[in-house]
T-cell receptor
């Protein structure tokens, strides 16, 4: 079974620009969660989508948004990029039900904002 | 508010030694889940275990074992007979409520296994 894929793997953007990251979950998984990892703040939860609906959201400004498509693929968008948005962005896929929870993480997208 | 503390920032042990990674959590919920993840140098997070708050049984999986103690709000992870491939950053995490889709991570413990 193919794992979680994230594209692109690396990205360099300039302050003020916007960026879209993509995550394709494992086939059959309906839940996709996004996390930001930085040296200073560690791993922080951004949001989770299940069947095209946002089920939960972390404490991030409105510049961070996401969506999920009918095939469970998810995108995350960051508008008006700031230097502090430089991070590794990880997505995790899971069945999203109580019976099957284990989260499988993708390799991440490393975003550098200059 | 929920919180996960991994007091050990970095640990180094010689191969074949046993090592325990500590995790202390705070939560007001009676229903919650605890996790351990491994992040090798490649960066990808690897799920190791998920334990719900009603199951205090210790778990063993090969060289890995976990000790969950609600009385001390701890969920410690032990690697027996460590190997160089165990070198990684290990994260303990917590999610509250009946749905474990919002996970709060500890800061991680960087483990070095020296040959």
């Amino acid at each position: 079974k193919a794992g979680v894929t994230q594209t692109p793997r690396y990205l360099i953007k300039t302050r003020g620009q916007q960026v879209t990251l993509s995550c394709s979950p494992i086939s059959g998984h309906r839940s996709v969660s996004w996390y930001q990892q930085t040296p200073g703040q560690g791993l922080q939860f951004l949001f989770e989508y299940f069947s095209e609906t946002q089920r939960n959201k972390g404490n991030f400004p409105g510049r961070f948004s996401g969506r999920q498509f009918s095939n469970s693929r998810s995108e995350m968008n960051v508008s008006t990029l700031e230097l502090g948005d430089s991070a590794l962005y990880l997505c995790a896929s899971s069945p999203g039900t109580l019976e099957g929870y284990e989260q499988y993480f993708g390799p991440g997208t490393r975003l550098t904002v200059t | 508010a929920q919180k996960v503390t991994q007091a050990q920032t970095e640990i180094s042990v010689v191969e074949k030694e046993d090592v325990t990674l500590d995790c202390v959590y705070e939560t007001r919920d009676t229903t919650y889940y605890l996790f351990w993840y491994k992040q090798p140098p490649s960066g990808e997070l690897v799920f190791l275990i998920r334990r719900n708050s009603f199951d205090e049984q210790n778990e063993i999986s090969g060289r890995y074992s976990w000790n969950f103690q609600k009385s001390t709000s701890s969920f410690n992870f032990t690697i027996t007979a460590s190997q160089v491939v165990d070198s990684a950053v290990y994260f303990c995490a917590l999610s509250e409520g009946s749905r474990d889709d919002k996970i709060i991570f500890g800061k991680g413990t960087r483990l070095h296994i020296l040959p």
